[in-house]
T-cell receptor, first 113, second 112 residues
Framework: EADIYQTPRYLVIGTGKKITLECSQT?????MYWYQQDPGMELHLIHY???????EKGDLSSESTVSRIRTEHFPLTLESARPSHTSQYLC????????????FGPGTRLTVL | AQSVTQLGSHVSVSEGALVLLRCNYS??????LFWYVQYPNQGLQLLLK??????LVKGINGFEAEFKKSETSFHLTKPSAHMSDAAEYFC??????????FGKGTRLSVIA
């Protein structure tokens, strides 16, 4: 059983609000990832980190930002939410090797009204 | 750059029938290959992975996949479908120090 947690699981907010989606893992993994996934559709990598104080943008342009101050914590922030941000956000982590499994959290389903 | 193609966005099989989900990859160097499954309202979980050992890989829930370098394929199979297999399945490839590249996914429906 993977020990990676996301909160909240569901969030409904109004346009213009600032939100932070939390992601934590207790496995000591160096690598962490954020994906955006619309219902029944492919995953898009929006941010990733290979260690503390290291963050990179993914393939999909996103208005969100991330930080990695602690190994176990990788929050994602939207400064001003818009309806176009409505989606599911999945966090994942893995150890250092390219052959290592990515472990996924349960996701946060965000709805912006 | 590496890429993954999953043929068929939706596959429907009868309960007890063979499951075959297709995945082809593109990579200039030997890849690591993964199959993940996603149940409704959940994250993804690993079914199996190929890491250059045996070319026939067995995973959880009776699934297996065979790495065929000559065909650049990593198709997922299960001899007999169960209702609980209904889910979204993603193939992914890892090369070098870049993040996993996922396919677009295949939705498996199982008909009673």
């Amino acid at each position: 059983e993977a020990d990676i947690y996301q909160t909240p699981r569901y969030l409904v907010i109004g346009t213009g609000k600032k939100i932070t989606l939390e992601c934590s893992q207790t496995m000591g993994h160096d690598k962490m990832y954020w994906y955006q996934q619309d219902p029944g559709m492919e995953l898009h990598l929006i941010h990733y980190s290979y260690g503390v104080n290291s963050t990179e943008k993914g393939d999909l342009s996103s208005e969100s930002t991330v930080s990695r101050i602690r190994t176990e914590h990788f929050p994602l922030t939207l400064e001003s939410a818009r309806p176009s941000h409505t989606s599911q956000y999945l966090c994942a982590s893995s150890r250092g090797g390219n052959e290592d499994t990515q472990y996924f959290g349960p996701g946060t389903r965000l709805t912006v009204l | 750059a590496q890429s993954v193609t999953q043929l068929g966005s939706h596959v429907s099989v009868s309960e007890g029938a063979l499951v075959l989900l297709r995945c082809n990859y593109s990579s200039s160097v030997p890849p690591y290959l993964f199959w993940y499954v996603q149940y409704p309202n959940q994250g993804l979980q690993l079914l199996l992975k190929y890491t250059s050992a045996a070319t026939l890989v067995k995973g959880i829930n009776g699934f297996e996949a065979e790495f065929k370098k000559s065909e650049t394929s990593f198709h997922l199979t299960k001899p007999s479908a169960h209702m609980s297999d209904a889910a979204e399945y993603f193939c992914a490839v890892s090369v070098g120090n870049t993040p996993l590249v996922f396919g677009k996914g295949t939705r498996l429906s199982v008909i009673a």
